[in-house]
């Protein structure tokens, strides 16, 4: 079995930050508040609030401070824009009601073809009972929301294909590994928290210096997103290890195609089987 979810992103976040070694990763988070939020925005100029329990990138805001005294968020397509940060705040407050949200410094990702993009890490415990990075995938954002994610619209590419303006194909293998060393220290940092823990989606904001940012980690991603990939052995070897450790049940391919060949051969034998002869005509 995968094991138990540990679904608020504050406290996946709090547990990250135990380590020291993934500290420099982790965007300033904090909870929800008025004056949290305003401190944030003062520094960083550029936050997102995120639901502290949701997926799909549901419910995601982006709110900036802009040159003269203009303040804006964005909630799924629609823009809104205040002349006072008291306006802004007092239609947050209204939208976000008494759910839980977070407050995460943002990030200026980069982009591909002027849209914005992030990546998402695949960890998995293998056969071994090792953890191992099986999957590298970008998202290419919509260009009309803020979010990368799959189910919001955004579009999955491969990693290489998205960092070969950024890279050269010499740093192309290096900067990979390194994400994925960093996708299985998170694994490590997690499971002591969750010990049954199995698998994990690491979403990965790269700034424009090239320093990686865990934006979010998912304790039940999604393994079929990596189908999209040219290299089918990528999304072969995720499902196998799906299988392997029961968040996927094997389809009984051999089975079901033993049982439609018997299936035919009665209906064969009912087919041709010999009639009972009648008199002869005369």
Known sequence: MTGLRMKSKWLKTNVLLQSHELQQFIPATKPWSPSCFQMMLDQYAMIYLKPD???????????????????????GTRLYTFSSLEQMIDRLQRIIGTRRYIVQQGIHLLS???????????????PANEWEATGIIGRLGNPRKIVTNYHSGGTPLPFELLMQSYLSLDEMPQYQASLNQLGIEVARQLEQQLPSLKEIGVDVAIDLSLQPWILE????????????????????KIYCYCVGYGRIKKKRKRRMKLRRAGKIRKNRGQRFKKQPSGKPNG
């Open 53 to 75: 329990i949701g997926t799909f990138g549901k419910g995601v805001i982006r709110a900036e401070k802009k040159p003269h005294g203009v303040y804006t968020f964005q909630l």
């Open 112 to 126: 591909h073809m002027q849209r914005r993009f992030d990546i998402r890490v695949m960890i998995q415990k293998n």
């Open 217 to 236: 980690v998912n304790t039940r991603p999604d393994p079929y997103i990596f189908r999209k990939l040219n290299d089918k052995a990528v999304f072969r």
